[in-house]
């Protein structure tokens, strides 16, 4: 299991939002590749980037961002996850040609089915579905608009259709540091296995994470794949270097 820090970005400047509310953004730091660097120096494997602009209109304005970000951590041998704004096959193909090893596709694999078989299908375990969900409805375009869909009718397609990763998102409690939805993520995470087995180690969960105590009981849940961690770590609740330290410990038992 994988603890992926977390950098958004709004304006090429490293930002957090509160349930995914544009007005209501903080910003920490104008320098995201220091920022990833430094956590390539705690001992990051993996970095979460997402372009908040693309995500609410599709314009990739921090595209030069994120391989920046990926050009610097790739020389200590750390991945980054993007997501943003890939509406396309071409979309994933400018981000995994800038040095990204897996792009995350939301809004538009909701609203076209078969995009992630596509990128799946030139790229294998290059794709991961992010089910960003408010009271268990998909929600889309940087969370501003409901889709309709349940996030149980979605796991299994997404699955079939070849994502490596499905990274869910309790927007409720996104940014507001309140613990992460532990029964609602071992709900998604029976659902992978009934989807294909062994079906583990698909779910990131990604929302509420406030301490190490909340990462250590994401860390029991049997088949979480990873944890995904921002506002307690730029706030200071959160201190990567344990985090770390506390997963490796359980991978080594």
Not at 140 to 169: H, K, Y
Not at 244 to 253: D, E, M, V
Request: aromatic residues 4%; charged residues 25%.
């Amino acid at each position: 299991m994988d603890l992926y820090p977390a950098i958004d970005l709004i304006g090429g400047r490293c930002v957090r939002l509160v349930e995914g509310d544009y007005a209501a953004e903080t910003v920490y730091d104008d320098d995201p590749v220091r920022v990833a660097t430094g956590f390539a120096a705690c001992g990051a494997r993996w970095i979460h980037v997402v372009d908040l602009d693309a995500a609410r209109t599709g314009e990739p304005v921090n595209r030069r961002v994120v391989a920046a970000i990926a050009s610097a951590v790739a020389r200590d041998g750390v991945s980054v996850q993007a997501g943003g704004g890939v509406r396309s096959v071409e979309d994933a193909a400018e981000l995994l040609d800038a040095g990204v090893e897996r792009v995350v596709v939301g809004t538009a694999a909701i609203e076209d089915p078969t995009l992630v078989s596509r990128i799946a299908s030139r790229w294998p375990g290059c794709v991961a579905m992010g089910l960003d969900h408010r009271a268990g409805e998909v929600r889309l375009r940087g969370w501003t608009e409901g889709s309709g869909r349940r996030l149980e009718d979605l796991v299994g397609p997404a699955i079939e259709a070849g994502a490596a990763a499905l990274i869910v998102t309790d927007i409720a409690r996104d940014g507001r540091m309140a613990g992460p939805d532990l029964v609602g993520l071992a709900s998604v995470i029976q659902m992978t296995k009934l989807a294909c087995n062994p079906g583990t180690g698909y779910v990131i969960a990604s929302g509420g994470v406030a301490s190490i105590d909340d990462v250590a009981e994401l860390a029991a849940l049997d088949g979480l794949g990873g944890i995904i961690a921002g506002k307690a770590i730029y706030e200071g609740r959160l201190d990567v270097r344990e985090a770390f330290a506390l997963l490796s410990s359980k991978q080594a038992r």
